[in-house]
Structures are given as structure tokens and as C-alpha cells.
């Protein structure tokens, strides 16, 4: 069985500008989760989709949004990039929420 | 809403020794735990977890116990090893009607085990 697989795994983008970060759930997982991990910190939840609908979302302005796709892969979309929004992003998956998998990330600057 | 209070970092230790993470949390109801691992470079990796008081969860050496009455979930190993060298999270997530929260996660806790 495959795992979680995130792309790219690394970018770099100018202030103001938009990015599609994207997902590939575990087979057989209906769930996707999206954290973001600033340096030294811990994850921050950003939002969950169960089964295309997103059920959970976390403190983040709504320049920050997702889709998750039939197949369930999923994209994170971040609008007016800020330097802040500079870290790791994370995909996790998992059947009914329960027991999640974590891809490798994706790191993205903003300069 | 939900919180992780870990001990800092950085820990150092020597081979073969005992180790301690500490971990509390806030959460209302009855919340499930976990512990994560991540390693340089990489994502996260499900280290253990319990999803109910008294529980314990184990993996790899690794143990800790949910206690509901002091909101800990510690993270414990008799014998360390180099190769346990790490970023160690401990998580709590409540599932709250019919839609899910995502897991709130401490802030990390670097181990740095030396030969």
C-alpha cells in the first residue's frame, strides 16, 4: 500500500503571489487533513475534508482553502502569499479521521 | 478549545538511558492521545496512541499512559539508543459531533541521544 505523497516538496514564491500545494491520500483513506508546521514549532491544524466536504477548520483566514478531489486526493490553496506563511506544510490521511498518515511535506518560502 | 503543554527541548542523553517526556493537555469530554515522531527531513510518524483513560499505548520500547486526573500522557523508554534521535509531539484530538477536529499538537520536544 502506498502512503501519503505531497508535491512539491519544495517551493519558493514572491509576497502576493498564490499556490496550489497537493495530495495524495493513502489507498483507501476517505480523509485528508492539512497542517502547517512554522520552524521549531508543532503542526497547526488548517483544515479536514471527509469525502469532498470540509468538516473542520482551524484558526486560519480564508485566504487559506482546499478541495478534495473523488479520488480524494486533495490541494491547499494559499491566495496574497505572506512572508509568515513561510513553513512546512503537512498532508495527513486517514479512514473516518481516525489513525492518520502523514506525507513528507512540502516546504514553502516566501521572500 | 484543545492544548499540549510538552516539555523543551533540547533533551540530551546517553545511550541506554531513561527517558521522560512530559506531556499535559486541555480538552473538554474524552479526548484521544498520541505521540508522534518526526525525523530530520521528513513528515511525521504515528509513534503510539490511547484513546481512552487508563489506556496505554506502546511501540517500539516506547510507552505512556492516558491519565484522565492529571491530563498527562508521558512519554517513557528504559533503554534509549542513538537511533531514537528525534522531534518527539504529543496530540490530543476530540471528535465533537458529527464532523472531526483536527489534532492540536505540542510544541516538540528534540531528543538528542549521544553514544
Known amino acids: 500500500e502506498t502512503g501519503v505523497t505531497q508535491s512539491p516538496t519544495h517551493l519558493i514564491k514572491t509576497r502576493g503571489q498564490q499556490v496550489t500545494l497537493r495530495c495524495s491520500s493513502q489507498s483507501g483513506h476517505n480523509t485528508v487533513s492539512w497542517y502547517q508546521q512554522a520552524l521549531g514549532q508543532g503542526p497547526q491544524f488548517i483544515f479536514q475534508?471527509?469525502?469532498?466536504?470540509?468538516?473542520g477548520r482551524g484558526n486560519f483566514p480564508p485566504r487559506f482553502s482546499g478541495l478534495q478531489f473523488p479520488n480524494y486526493s486533495s490541494e491547499l490553496n494559499v491566495n496574497a502569499l505572506e512572508l509568515d506563511d513561510s513553513a512546512l506544510y503537512l498532508c495527513a490521511s486517514s479512514l473516518d479521521a481516525w489513525g492518520y498518515t502523514f506525507g513528507s511535506g512540502t516546504r514553502l518560502t516566501v521572500v | 478549545g484543545n492544548s499540549v503543554t510538552q516539555m523543551e527541548g533540547p533533551v540530551t542523553l546517553s545511550e541506554e538511558a531513561f527517558l521522560t517526556i512530559n506531556c499535559t493537555y486541555t480538552?473538554?469530554?474524552?479526548?484521544?492521545l498520541f505521540w508522534y515522531v518526526q525525523y530530520p527531513g521528513e513528515g511525521l510518524q504515528l509513534l503510539l496512541k490511547a484513546t481512552k483513560a487508563d489506556d496505554k499505548g506502546s511501540n517500539k520500547g516506547f510507552e505512556a499512559t492516558y491519565r484522565k486526573e492529571t491530563t498527562s500522557f508521558h512519554l517513557e523508554k528504559g533503554s534509549v539508543q542513538v537511533s531514537d534521535s528525534a522531534v518527539y509531539f504529543c496530540a490530543v484530538r476530540h471528535r465533537s459531533g458529527g464532523g472531526a477536529d483536527g489534532l492540536t499538537f505540542g510544541k516538540g520536544t528534540h531528543l538528542i541521544i549521544q553514544p
Open positions: 480538552a473538554t469530554g474524552y479526548p484521544s
Open positions: 475534508y471527509y469525502r469532498e466536504e470540509e468538516n
